[in-house]
């Protein structure tokens, strides 16, 4: 007997839920700010992450460009320390936090694909108090017996990806194999993003969100008659971002796509 279908809901994170700069740029400003980061390494770094960027809208792009190479050696438990580092909470959109609250209280399955660190999403989604599915870049790990004294082992990073990287040509990918693992109705699913890197995981499912969209992604979303939602932050936000303290209810601008 087949199981009854459920609904999805699929977030983007950076530019979606989180304004920008991104949560990768956040974290590479703490480890340059402790000098973890050398200036050769901080300047891969950005010419990492700005090819990451064009590759996110480029066709054809090897999924080997999602590399991390200047986090190569590095320990993974400097993420530990990166949000308790934070002079304040993420300002996460209030619009997005009721739009996830609602999504919860409906019983939907709430997903976060993106192209960010793992581990960075998963601490993001701790932050605001949200249980949610995460698809996000992971990386290839080698243990160091630096912590044996103590008997533990320490992870660091090799910088070379572990699986495939959320981008726009495998977003959609996810997507669609979450909605067979878990039985979801696509029909009847949501996806919210703010990219054209997005566009393919919108038109994946029956209510696409364009959030604060791009300008080639308020194309798309208009020849495709998508609704567009624009998300705001407000004094709120300046406060710990959590779901608990944010009311489904309240209003949120939004047009449809085929408007000006």
């Not at 109705?185 to 990219?195: I, M």
Request: glycine share 8%; proline share 5%; charged share 20%.
């Amino acid at each position: 007997m087949r199981a009854e279908s459920q609904v999805g809901a699929f977030f983007d994170i950076d530019g979606t839920l989180l304004p920008w700069p991104s949560l990768e740029w956040r974290f590479i400003a703490y480890l340059a700010s402790r000098d973890i980061l050398g200036p050769a390494a901080a300047a891969q770094s950005v010419s990492i992450a700005l090819g990451v960027l064009l590759s996110n809208v480029a066709v054809g792009v090897p999924l080997e460009s999602g590399n991390r190479m200047y986090l190569s050696g590095l320990s993974t438990s400097l993420v530990d320390g990166w949000l308790p580092d934070l002079s304040r909470p993420l300002p996460v959109f209030d619009d997005g936090l009721r739009r996830l609250k609602w999504h919860a209280s409906q019983g939907h399955r709430i997903v976060l694909i993106s192209g960010t660190l793992a581990p960075l999403a998963r601490a993001f989604a701790q932050q605001i108090g949200l249980a949610a599915e995460i698809y996000a870049t992971e990386l290839d790990l080698v243990s160091s017996g630096g912590g044996e004294e103590h008997g533990i082992a320490v992870d660091f990073w090799t910088g070379h990806l572990a699986s495939a990287w959320p981008n726009a040509q495998t977003k959609a990918h996810i997507v669609r194999r979450v909605a067979v693992e878990h039985h979801l109705d696509l029909a009847h699913s949501f996806a919210y993003g703010n990219s054209s890197a997005d566009s393919a995981m919108l038109e994946s499912v029956g209510n696409p969100r364009a959030v604060n969209p791009s300008f080639r992604l308020r194309r798309i979303a208009a020849g495709h008659h998508w609704t567009i939602e624009y998300w705001k932050l407000r004094a709120a936000s300046r406060r710990p971002a959590n779901l608990a303290r944010c009311s489904p209810t309240d209003p949120i601008v939004a047009r449809t796509g085929d408007r000006r």
